[in-house]
């Protein structure tokens, strides 16, 4: 038994105890963080083992690197086949996704969702190139896809804050102004600015934004049978932050610092150092500060039955430091990762870049190339024969232009003659130009550079050319829309409609709407909308023009309620002709297609109403002199309300004060009443008590002196 198979899991019990028990059983957090890291570690095997040489050899031919070792005193030439190739690709690959301002369009799932879909499809787009830098990303992804077989997206939710402070008059500010400060929940403070009478409020506004960005390939990591970008095991990527950035997570720098911070030596590999062009080792060793200090942190999505019901979940992991212990797991319903390679096989995740076609090709000119600066060199300066008893080998050892050799016989130094084949070597390298290009589909009549072809070339010939190139490009161009941006937004219509969940104001296409994503779905069809079309530009126009040409000659001649042709088709034919000729906002020379009459009607009167740019200036100066003579007549307004409200508070002050002077005296009178009916009842009582008292000591004298005059008379009776 091998020994990754025989050593111990984390709660003490042999693998194969664990692993083979037969039926699904729930795991410990053991158990569970053990399988975890043994996927993370075959997905790293694998990326390092499979994918990373040949893209750390891909980015030194991109470079002008070449494998070949030159011969001493040999040319030591590199050709740049790989660079050349997808550079030529670069720029229509961009336009065609940069070009406009819409990438993708969402479909609604069900009737009666189209608004919520266009809105979805407006809002989408704003996100890639407004809150994030969507020109950025997009050739980030491409050329990364171009050159290391992958363009990676990543998207995660952020929270922005806005910090502002704004500044009011103090005796302007009413108490219902006040109050509504003090219920506003985005204002954290109300102070008085001291010596200046202004009130200085300040407000926090956080907002939750869905931020883009274009992951490393050497960074990436994939489960190793993955059999397409959307069938795997273990996604995510692994790679070293500082310490700074898990604890702005929330993590404290004790956990993180138990997890383990060491091991940072060894992260920068090969193909991360070919992509910079440098070595990325600091001389400095660790950093001194330790919040930046390197630790390692893999953020994957991971398939595995958890709970053992038999059914494996999508947990979202992430485990930090040399142990890899498990910081953060979640359940999951998606991923958050979009990647594509250019050429893709039938099964697998990861296919070719455009540099795996090409190296050969370098390595193939590079040699012919430099044999034939050998040649040239050979045959502008030959080798020498000389007899060393008539000449001297120092003179030729050390010969230099127009010098001069020493010798008693002048046919005893004579040239080596070299066959002149570098014509021979050049057919050689056109023949695997042609192949190069049959291949990637780049040429120079594509990018219109060999103008004398062009110009030898039928026109039929010359559109034959360049729709084979293009069907190539474009094919490339179809996979990466395909495969890695419709699959971006997807992840965007997911994200937002799951964690935005207040209203927010945005600018699109020249105008302030407000969008609401609650009513929203998450499951809407997205369609890549770019220029994936066949044909030059100008062949494109050409089409436009004559679709419009008769358009136009339909609604002339049968029109507007005709058959064939309505106005909102007319209206779309010449909006894309202004975004085919480079206009991204159509809408400032033609009405939106899919305004209703009514709304185009209103639409023209607005446009008709605009007034002249100096009249609007005019106007505006006029508006600013109203609104500050307004200003002034609401400081005097407030300043004389300000004393009124003074005067009848002090007149109120006042009239309470009377009313308390009052209650006291009253109340002191009845003090006095009370106090008076208290004496008098205590009065009353005594006298009572008195004669009570005197009562009773007469009733005992009368009763003590019949008993004595009982007593006298008894003895005489006797």
Known sequence: MAEDDTREGLSGVPNDDIRNTGV??????????????????????????????????????????????????????????????????????MKTFAAGDTIAVYKPSRPREEDYAEQMTNYANYIFWNDNPGWWLTYSFIKNALTQKLGIFRVFRDEKSDVTEEFYNLTGLTDEQIQLFEQDESVTSIEIVENSGAVRVTRVETESIFKICSEPPEDFIISRGANSPYDYDIIGVDRFVPV????????????????????????????????????????????????????????VFIRIDKDGDGIAELHDVMMVGSSLKIFKDELATDDNFAFASPYMYGFGAIGQSVADLAMDFQDVTTAITRGMLDNIYNVVSPLKGINTRHASLEDIAEHRDRGFVRARDPNSVWNIDTPFIADKALMVLQHFDRKKQERSGVNAQSQGLDAEHLQSSTERGVDRILTISQEKIQLVAGVLANVGFKRLFEIINRMVVMHQSQKRIVEIHGKWVEIDPRPWKANYRVEVEVGLGYGTQEKKLETLLAIEARQRDILTQMGLANPYVSPAQYANTLHDLSKASGCKYSERYFIPAEMTPQAAEQFLKAQQAKPDPRMLELQMKQQQAQHDMKLKEGKLQSEVNLKQRKQMADAQLEMRDQDLDAQVELRKAGLDAELELLKITRDAGLKQRELETEAALEVEKIRLDAAVDTRLRSPTED
């Open 24 to 93: 699904p059983m729930p795991m410990d957090e053991d158990r569970f963080q053990m399988i975890c890291e043994d996927m993370l570690e075959d997905a790293v095997s694998y990326y390092e083992k499979e994918i990373s040489p040949d893209n750390e050899r891909a980015l030194r031919y991109y470079r002008g690197k070449s494998d070949l070792v030159p011969l001493p005193h040999h040319s030591s030439q590199t050709t740049t086949e790989v660079r050349d190739l997808i550079e030529g690709m670069m720029p229509s690959l």
């Open 244 to 299: 700074s950035d898990l604890v702005a997570m929330g993590f404290t720098y004790d956990e993180i610092s138990e997890a383990g911070i060491e091991g940072h030596d060894d992260d920068d590999t090969d193909e991360k150092q070919s992509r910079v062009g440098y070595d990325t080792e600091s001389d400095e060793g660790d950093s001194a500060d330790p919040s930046m200090e390197q630790v390692r942190c893999a953020e």
